[in-house]
């Protein structure tokens, strides 16, 4: 592994996670991306040939519960955080977001 | 010098009518306004609802005398929802933010007769050791205001060590209860995963986060751990595992339990930490407890494998702030892309864009089996190495933080610097196992030093009753910085 990533792949990894970086951005993630790279790649010297991965440990086991209708928060407290919200319309209101289709 | 009023005597003198619970709440309002503008501790301070609440407990007092946390004042962490109280994150993308819903812990810790008083700073979405990557400041640690309280719950840490609260509560990812706990010479408990319910708190990474108890003894921490833990059916992940009275725990009597570390882990760590950790096991031997060897083998890689799993986890967690539901969302933007990633440009600092794009990098298609996997396998090992060390021994005891409290500044423009702080913290979340982090002596120049214990899954109660006997033979936590008697 590079110990620095090329502004081209820092530019393809902030498309993906829509971030919008500066050029001073990309140029300091590259360095220091490449850097925390580097170091975490020591995890290679360690043999984990047929070890199954932890994704989480789990209590007792997942707490489930039954599927029943319950009440849930009113539409007008859920959009009251909205940078942009429509509430005169049916069912209490929308979020709105720039036009999307046309 | 004031006392160290822990919440067990603030309780006990609400329960008796000796001191109301409105009395107690305009000295903890009182102690935040005088203490706040040396630590910025607190991101919002909520008076009025707050004397409201002491007032209707006063009114009831006697139906109410058996809450264990009658009348007590705590502070939460800023990532945790309140509702109708603004919760930040110290993120400048939440804010405006004010849930319409309140975390299980919140309202729990009301139901046991505790006044929520403040919400604390801390690092950006929990991320960072230092309190530094707060979008209002950092907080500052109360025993030298040119030092890092901790992080990321440093406000919550710095709240509790100046004696504004008795309890605060905090998350901890990787060590972000126990670190500032260390760092401002107070307890700090990291409870199981799953033993307290994640609804409510804002997500960071969602198989590590667990919120906890930040408090003056492990009494202390057994009283609230008691009052927040259990199965909530609002977190698939929190576990029905039956809540101990972890009160009863607290005998005194450690004779005979088996207390593992391991000499080797030490290598490279701050003296003056290594010789009050070395101490500290003295105690507990004097107490009775066994010292013995163990080996985790797979330690050395538990900063690795954390930052890759922490960081992919947080990719997927923020991707929902996005400018649609809640947030601050930038004006004159005219396509729905570009809403998107100008409302994460603005909103979001630098450590939380880095763990973004590293998160992203390491599971994206390519880089998915190299990194995010290795690193899943690694930590299997690492819970291995716990589980074999569990089965000689009760506890594990190590250094919390590798140094002492170091200044503002310094290790910010070094990430990887930075993430080593948490080397003996991050194991503890890999494996989901409990830990708690006690006060164990200062500094020549008067920086605290804490270490820290780590238990069998479920089992706090050994990790308590450590800790309160070790507390039953040192005087560290009785003490209090200057600022506290301000």
Request: negative net charge; glycine residues 12%.
């Given at each position: 592994m590079p110990a620095e990533l090329t502004p081209a792949q820092v530019e393809a990894v902030a498309a993906l996670a829509n971030l919008e970086l500066d050029s001073q951005e990309v140029d300091l993630f590259a360095r220091q991306l490449g850097e925390i790279l580097a170091y975490v790649?020591?995890?290679?010297?360690?043999?984990?040939?047929?070890i199954p991965p932890t994704a989480y440990v789990a209590g007792s086991g997942p707490l489930d519960r039954n599927d029943v209708v319950a009440p849930s928060f009113e539409v007008a407290e859920v959009l009251a955080n909205a940078p942009d919200a429509d509430t005169?319309?049916?069912?209490?209101g929308f979020f709105r977001v720039p036009r999307v289709i046309g | 010098m004031i006392a160290a009023e822990t919440l067990v005597d603030i309780r006990d003198a609400v329960r008796s009518g000796t001191r109301s619970a409105v009395e107690v709440c305009r000295t903890a309002l009182d102690r935040i306004a005088a203490v706040n503008p040396s630590l910025?501790?607190?991101n919002t301070v909520t008076p009025e609802r707050a004397l409201e609440r002491a007032a209707a407990i006063d009114a009831r007092r006697d139906d109410l005398?058996?809450?264990?946390?009658?009348?007590v004042p705590v502070a939460l962490k800023d990532n945790l929802c309140t509702k109708g109280v603004r919760t930040t994150a110290s993120s400048r993308v939440l804010d405006q933010f004010i849930p319409p819903y309140d975390a299980t812990v919140v309202r729990r810790l009301e139901d046991a007769g505790a006044v929520i008083v403040a919400k604390t700073n801390c690092d950006e979405f929990a991320m960072?050791?230092?309190?530094?990557?707060?979008a209002y400041g950092p907080a500052l640690n109360p025993?030298?205001?040119?030092?890092?309280?901790?992080?990321?719950s440093g406000g919550s840490a710095a709240a509790v060590a100046a004696a504004a609260v008795p309890l605060a509560l905090g998350s901890d990812t990787g060590g972000s209860i126990r670190q500032p706990a260390a760092m401002c010479g107070i307890v700090g408990l990291k409870p199981t995963?799953?033993?307290?319910?994640?609804?409510?708190l804002i997500a960071f990474a969602s198989s590590l986060d667990q919120i906890g108890p930040l408090t003056r003894t492990a009494r202390d921490a057994a009283i609230a751990l008691g009052a927040i833990g259990g199965a909530d059916?609002?977190?698939?992940?929190?576990?029905?595992?039956p809540i101990a009275d972890?009160?009863?725990?607290?005998?005194?009597d450690i004779r005979g339990v088996r207390i593992g570390m391991s000499e080797?882990?030490?290598?490279?760590?701050?003296a003056a930490v290594a010789a009050a950790f070395h101490a500290a096991l003295d105690v507990l031997k004097g107490r009775g407890a066994v010292v013995v060897n163990v080996e985790l083998?797979?330690?050395?890689?538990a900063i690795p494998v954390y930052y890759l799993v922490a960081t992919a986890e947080a990719s997927s967690n923020l991707?929902?702030?996005?400018?649609?539901?809640?947030g601050v969302r930038p004006a004159g933007i005219a396509d729905l892309r570009s809403l998107y990633s100008a409302t994460r440009e603005a909103g979001f600092g630098a450590e939380v864009k880095r763990r973004i794009m590293l998160g992203t990098y390491v599971l994206s298609a390519g880089y998915y089996d190299a990194y995010y996997l290795k690193a899943q396998q690694v930590r299997t090992l690492i819970l291995r190495d716990y589980q074999q060390a569990f089965e000689h021994v009760d506890a594990v005891a190590m250094p919390?933080?590798?140094?002492?409290p170091f200044k503002i500044g310094?290790?910010?423009?070094d990430p990887l610097q930075m993430y080593l702080t948490d080397v003996f913290t991050v194991s503890a979340n890999l494996a989901g196992l409990p830990a708690l982090s006690l006060p164990c002596g200062f500094t020549a120049d008067q920086l605290p030093l804490g270490f820290q214990l780590t238990a069998r899954r479920f089992d706090e109660a050994m990790l308590l009753r450590i800790g309160d006997a070790y507390e039953r033979d040192t005087t560290w936590w009785t003490r209090l910085p200057p600022i506290a008697s301000r």
């Open positions: 790649d020591q995890l290679h010297e360690v043999d984990t040939t047929g005169s319309r049916l069912e209490g | 910025n501790a607190f005398r058996d809450r264990p946390l009658l009348g960072g050791s230092s309190n530094e990557n707060s025993w030298a205001t040119d030092r890092t309280p901790g992080g990321s995963y799953g033993r307290v319910s994640r609804y409510g059916p609002a977190d698939a992940t929190s576990a029905s595992e972890f009160g009863a725990a607290l005998t005194g080797q882990l030490l290598d490279g760590v701050d083998p797979h330690a050395k890689y991707a929902r702030y996005d400018g649609v539901r809640y919390t933080s590798p140094t002492p310094e290790r910010v423009s």
